[in-house]
Each structure stands twice: as structure tokens, then as C-alpha cells.
């Protein structure tokens, strides 16, 4: 992470799965983390009491409650946005009020909390955006939308780099494969099915996601931006 002394971080999306994975490195490694989630009450409360966190329940669609929580923490160090919405079916029934929601989650909110950080974050600054490998192979129907918010976030990433370059801020995108939660558990029905397009034939392990956003946020990375960086067994290969 960019500053020796406690750190200051925001985790968009962060009360499980992989967001509660980068949640614990960054408190195990003794940053100030303040994470949100939208209605996984129990275990956002749960994980703020285990590492010392902050939850915050926070709907990432509203802009200007994004905005304005953003803006009450203050000088943030390392933002790191995986709130998400998946949606899947046949583009010709799936109900358009849903896939706005999904691109107002996926795509919109991303982009204006990364803006309202780079307001108040400090030189030398960290922005990850969690994307997914289906930006690159959307290797089974009924992923359009979701496909296109995720490759939305690469154009994304490399326009703010560019853009927030010259105040050593770096803004990446890791794009996880099928990794084992409870929303895509690696005992899955179709596992099966996703391990056959991978060279390494697992699911990866969210600590194994949330090592590379930590590798991102510390001066290992500091020339690393405008890339998107993908863990996902070859997959995509």
C-alpha cells in the first residue's frame, strides 16, 4: 500500500465472497478499512467485528449517496470497487429494468466512485476495479450484459490512468474466473462444465484474488495501470 502508516481503504461490495477476502489481507496488513454491502447485514457486522473494519450499508446505484460517502472518509489511499450485479438469461426476456440496474452497478458506479475518490485521494493512490474474465471469452449464452459491463471497466481503467496518471494514481482492473464462493461454490452444478475451458482445472480461491488487488495497492505496482489482470486458470487463454 502506498503510505507506512495505516492506510486508509474502501471496499465497494465487501461483506463476502471475494470482497470479504480483500477486506481481511487489507486489515491482516493493518490498514483502516471501511467496506460496504447492500443488504448482507449479518455478515457485514460480522466481518467489521472480526478485523477491525467499518461496514457500511450503501446501494452503489445511487449516485449520490456513493458520492457522499466517499466524500465523508476523506483521503482515501487504495479504493477498491467489486461491488457487482450478475444477471443471466436470454437477452430477448430479460426484463430491461434489470439490466439497467445492472449497468447502473457494473458500470456507472464504478466509474463516478473512482472520480469522486481521485478527488480526495492523495499522489501515489491505488484504484481496482473488479472485472471478470467473461470481459475477454463469454464462453456460454445469455451473458451479454454482464460481459459488456465487465469489458466496460477495461476502457474504463485505461482512460483514468491516463487521466490520473501525473499524480502517480494507477487504476487497474483484476478480472477473476470462477472462483469458489457461495454465489459460484467450486462443488457446484457446473463446475463441471467451466473447469472444461481452463488449463488448471480449479476454482480459484477468493485470498488467491485478494493477493493480487494487495499486490496492486503497494509500491510493487507503481508503474502497473491501465491494465487488466486476469486470474482464471486460462480460461480465457
Known amino acids: 500500500m502506498p503510505r507506512s502508516t495505516r492506510p486508509s481503504v474502501l471496499v465497494l461490495g ?7 477476502a480483500i477486506v481481511r489481507r487489507f486489515a ?6 471501511t467496506f ?8 457485514a457486522l460480522e466481518l467489521a467485528e472480526q478485523t477491525g473494519s467499518t461496514a457500511l450499508q450503501l446501494d452503489s446505484a445511487d449516485r449520490e449517496a456513493l ?34 440496474r445492472l449497468f447502473a452497478i457494473n458500470i456507472n458506479a464504478p466509474y463516478h466512485a473512482a472520480v469522486s475518490a481521485a478527488r480526495w485521494m ?10 471478470s474474465n467473461i470481459a475477454d471469452r463469454a464462453a456460454m449464452p445469455g451473458v451479454a450484459a454482464y460481459a459488456a459491463s465487465k469489458a466496460a471497466l477495461t476502457g474504463m481503467a485505461k482512460g483514468l490512468a491516463r487521466d490520473l496518471g501525473p499524480r502517480g494514481i494507477t487504476v487497474n482492473v483484476v478480472q477473476p474466473g ?23 482445472k480449479r476454482h480459484a480461491r477468493s485470498d488467491e484474488i485478494a493477493a493480487m488487488v494487495a499486490w496492486l495497492a503497494g509500491s510493487e505496482a507503481g508503474l502497473v495501470t491501465g491494465a487488466a489482470l486476469t486470474l482464471d486458470g486460462g480460461f480465457a487463454a
Open 36 to 43: 460496504t454491502y447492500a443488504s448482507s447485514a449479518a455478515s
Open 178 to 200: 470462477p472462483t469458489d464462493t457461495d454465489m459460484n461454490p467450486a462443488d457446484g452444478p457446473l463446475n463441471e462444465l467451466m473447469h472444461s475451458f481452463m488449463a488448471i
Open 122 to 131: 492523495p499522489d501515489g493512490g491505488r484504484i481496482i476495479f473488479i472485472g
Open 28 to 33: 491482516g496488513e493493518g490498514a483502516q478499512v
Open 67 to 100: 458520492s457522499s460517502a466517499i466524500e465523508r472518509l476523506g483521503a482515501l489511499d487504495v479504493l477498491v470497487v467489486n461491488a457487482g450485479l450478475f444477471i443471466a438469461g436470454d437477452p430477448l426476456e430479460l426484463p430491461a429494468d434489470a439490466i439497467d
Open 14 to 20: 465487501g461483506s463476502r465472497g471475494i470482497g470479504a
